[in-house]
């Protein structure tokens, strides 16, 4: 496997398909609180990734943030988790127009990416680590990327369209 | 379903496409761009060297992929290289558009048209409705099922190209299947 193939949930750490997900309450703005179990009876896309204002989480937040109409399309919210704190988050969605809530893993720190097997204990920030959730809160579909390799979105949509079969693909 | 990583071109290059050189060529190398991204811009003249050097022997495929939310004008000059497609000038419009990044509000994008001397008319409906608002779409969401994640990206015979795109590089990766017989790409794919 090259090193920009990435590897499905590494063993042993990140969360695999058929786990319950771990509920969760974070900040979303510095006076905003979501949970996700607020979102049950749609699909859930977890975007962990290292750090706001890094290059590649620019890249991808902006992938995503052009796709949210996909995502729309199967009825699914997209939530982006990384350790900053919700005021770094607000200075980064607002600069990067993004359509979709950046959570706050940061008190404790990374405590859900913890949960979710996708902590860098040694660097202090989460892996880029993508959860497809479905409608029944049950993990169906997890990736860690290399950390510094953009991992695209044919795999969310493609873990989405697992969930509803009846949906057209593209 | 959890091992999914697509780096594989899913939608084949046809007659749809918009393409430079000889369809006998041994490669095609296939570039997901967007008109306003600076990093594109820098990658224009480095296609057009990789053409000169290696001549009949590859053919040059581009396809929109406008991040829109982070450049405003992107989707606009899509729409104007297709515009300008319709009329048999693509690649006049695509070479206008990456030497003129800068400067690709509307009027703009109206005057190159009015150089390539096309039917002005027809260019301006064509931007007012949309006409290729659909097709620059489907370029986009083939470029995501192909696991475009940024631009530019390129494909070498159908296979996601993740060096950097600098001259030596890119010439190197196009060497390498051209020395395989234009077979590598497919081979590693199905790995």
């Known amino acids: 496997m090259s090193s920009n193939t990435g590897t499905p949930a590494l063993p042993g750490t990140a969360l695999a398909p058929g786990t319950a997900a771990p509920d969760f309450r974070l900040p979303s703005t510095p006076d905003q609180l979501v949970s996700l179990h607020e979102f049950r009876g749609q699909p859930v896309v977890l975007v962990f990734y290292p750090a706001d204002w890094s290059p590649v989480c620019g890249d991808q937040t902006a992938l995503y943030n052009e796709l949210m109409p996909e995502f729309h399309r199967f009825d699914a919210e997209l939530l982006g988790i990384s350790v900053d704190g919700p005021w770094c988050h607000l200075a980064f969605a607002h600069d990067r127009k993004l359509r979709f809530p950046l959570l706050a893993d940061f008190e404790p720190k990374g405590a859900v990416a913890r949960q979710y097997g996708v902590y860098r204990s040694q660097d202090g920030f989460c892996e880029r680590a993508l959860f497809v959730i479905d409608a029944e809160g049950t993990i169906r579909w997890s990736y860690v990327s290399p950390v510094g390799v953009n991992p695209g979105a044919d795999g969310i949509l493609a873990a989405l369209e697992g969930l509803a079969p009846k949906e057209k693909k593209i | ?191």
């Not at chain 2, 600076?38 to 057009?48: D, L």
């Not at chain 2, 022997?57 to 497609?85: C, K, S, Y």
């Open chain 2, 1 to 191: 379903m959890t091992t999914r990583s697509s780096t594989e071109l899913t939608l084949p290059v046809t007659d749809r496409d918009h393409i430079q050189g000889s369809t006998e060529a041994l490669v095609t190398l296939v570039e997901y761009g967007d008109y306003e991204c600076p990093h594109c811009g820098r990658a224009h003249p480095i296609v057009e060297e990789i053409r000169q050097q290696f001549g009949d022997r590859l053919r040059f495929v581009f396809r929109n992929f406008p991040l829109t939310q982070v450049h405003a004008h992107a989707e606009a000059a899509a729409e104007a290289a297709e515009a300008a497609g319709a009329q048999g000038r693509f690649w006049e419009m695509h070479h206008a558009l990456f030497t003129h990044q800068n400067a690709l509000d509307t009027s703009h994008l109206v005057q190159y048209a009015g150089r390539l001397r096309i039917n002005a008319a027809q260019f301006g409906e064509a931007l007012s409705a949309h006409t290729f608002r659909d097709r620059v779409r489907e370029d986009f969401m083939s470029g995501v099922r192909s696991g475009v994640n940024g631009t530019p990206t390129f494909f070498i015979n159908g296979m996601r190209h993740d060096a950097p795109f600098d001259l030596p590089f890119l010439s190197e990766a196009i060497e390498g299947v051209m020395g395989s017989g234009g077979d590598q790409g497919r081979a590693a794919g199905q790995s």
